[in-house]
Structures are given as structure tokens and as C-alpha cells.
């Protein structure tokens, strides 16, 4: 079976500090790995993925993850965060024979103060 | 492209009533998903199907919950009878395969007094 740990629920930072999302995965084969962002009364939009190859991957809103598979991690960073960065973030993984099903991380809602 | 289109946004209704929520999904896209999302549970998978079929509806809580998509752009999620811990947001979602990636709806609020 796999999981996915998200450390920490809540995350404060202020505005223009360095954002830190901490994933951590379980596999038994090499996972397709995501990142979504659910602003307040909305759904789910993807941050950004990993498939195969480069294990550094950016997304939109300057946000990257890099892929440690000696780490079992894929933790979020985005350098400088900003007030509208304010929303939870949740990591997924699908197996690499897993068809299509998502299994995701209990989220974290990230705070950005002024 | 429109997106994962759902209604109703949000619903109110008396327990014991049926409620239906519905899913239209980005088109072409073969694979479409169920989730419920509570504060307490987080975002759970209830039903997945692939090109129109169910393929694991292992997370439908219960019998008084029901899933069908009778073609490939348009599904129904029903429970009947409803009870108040029914509330939730439930999302639906959509992926063309070979991408992986879901798209996500806006979600219906469920509200059940």
C-alpha cells in the first residue's frame, strides 16, 4: 500500500521568507508525485508533477519540488512567499502501475503573514 | 476549455431526503473521480471510473451511496437517504490516462440538517 506524510498541518511564514512544505511517500515502485494548491472555497489545482526524469521540477506561482528517492521525499519550496500564497497545499502520489488513483497527504495550510 | 463543471454549487436539504450531485467532465478525458472533503477526514476517494466503467468504489462509504456515469461526459453521485454527517464538500475530477494529472471542480457544498 502506499501514503503519503505531510509533517506539519500548519505552516506560518511571513511575507518574503522562504516556504517549506515537507512530503514524504511510500512506495514499493517509483511514484508519479504531485503537488496541489486549494485556495479557500475551491477546488484542487495542480501545483506541479514529477513523472520521470529531471527530479527538480517548477510549477506555476514560482513554486519547485525536488524528487529524493534515496529520501522518499518531495518536499515543496517556493524562495519568497507572497500574502496570496495563503491556501492548503496537498501532496498526492500514484504508483507507477497504479492507473490513475491519487492517494493524498493530510494537507497543510500554509499562512503568510504580513 | 471550461473544466470539471459540477451543480449544484451548494445544497441544503433535511435528513432522510435524496440528494444528486452532478459531474461534467473536461471533455475527452477518460477517467473520472469522486472525492469527499471534511475537516475531519481530509479529501477521500470514494469512486473511480475509467472509460464510462467503475474500477474501484471501495471508498463509497455506504449503500445509501450510489455512483453511475452513463456516458462519457456526465455522472451522478447519489445518496439516499441522507443523514447529517453526509456534509462535506464533494469534488469530482478528471484525467485523460496517459497524463495522470486530475483536474478538479469547484465542489458542491453538501449541507444535510
Known amino acids: 500500500a502506499q501514503s503519503v506524510t505531510q509533517l506539519g498541518s500548519h505552516v506560518s511564514v511571513s511575507e518574503g521568507a522562504l516556504v517549506l512544505l515537507r512530503c514524504n511517500y511510500s512506495s514499493s515502485v517509483p511514484p508519479y508525485l504531485f503537488w496541489y494548491v486549494q485556495y479557500p472555497n475551491q477546488g484542487l489545482q495542480l501545483l506541479l508533477k514529477?513523472?520521470?526524469?529531471?527530479?527538480l521540477v517548477k510549477g506555476i506561482n514560482g513554486f519547485e519540488a525536488e524528487f529524493k528517492k534515496s529520501e522518499t521525499s518531495f518536499h515543496l519550496t517556493k524562495p519568497s512567499a507572497h500574502m496570496s500564497d495563503a491556501a492548503e497545499y496537498f501532496c498526492a502520489v500514484i504508483r507507477g502501475n497504479a492507473g490513475n488513483m491519487l492517494t493524498f497527504g493530510g494537507g497543510t495550510r500554509l499562512m503568510v503573514k504580513p | 476549455d471550461a473544466g470539471v463543471i459540477q451543480s449544484p454549487r451548494h445544497e441544503v436539504t433535511e435528513m432522510g431526503q435524496e440528494v444528486t450531485l452532478r459531474c461534467k467532465p473536461i471533455?475527452?478525458?477518460?477517467?473520472l473521480f469522486w472525492y469527499r472533503q471534511t475537516m475531519m477526514r481530509g479529501l477521500e476517494l470514494l469512486i473511480y471510473?475509467?472509460?464510462?466503467?467503475?474500477?474501484?468504489d471501495s471508498g463509497m462509504p455506504e449503500d445509501r451511496f450510489s455512483a453511475k456515469m452513463p456516458n462519457a461526459s456526465f455522472s451522478t453521485l447519489k445518496i439516499q437517504p441522507s443523514e447529517p454527517r453526509d456534509s462535506a464538500v464533494y469534488f469530482c475530477?478528471?484525467?485523460?490516462?496517459?497524463?495522470?494529472?486530475?483536474?478538479f471542480g469547484p465542489g458542491t457544498r453538501l449541507t444535510v440538517l
Open positions: 471510473f475509467n472509460n464510462n466503467v467503475p474500477i474501484d
Open positions: 471533455s475527452g478525458h477518460n477517467s
Open positions: 475530477a478528471s484525467s485523460l490516462g496517459a497524463s495522470r494529472e486530475q483536474f
Open positions: 514529477y513523472t520521470t526524469g529531471a527530479t
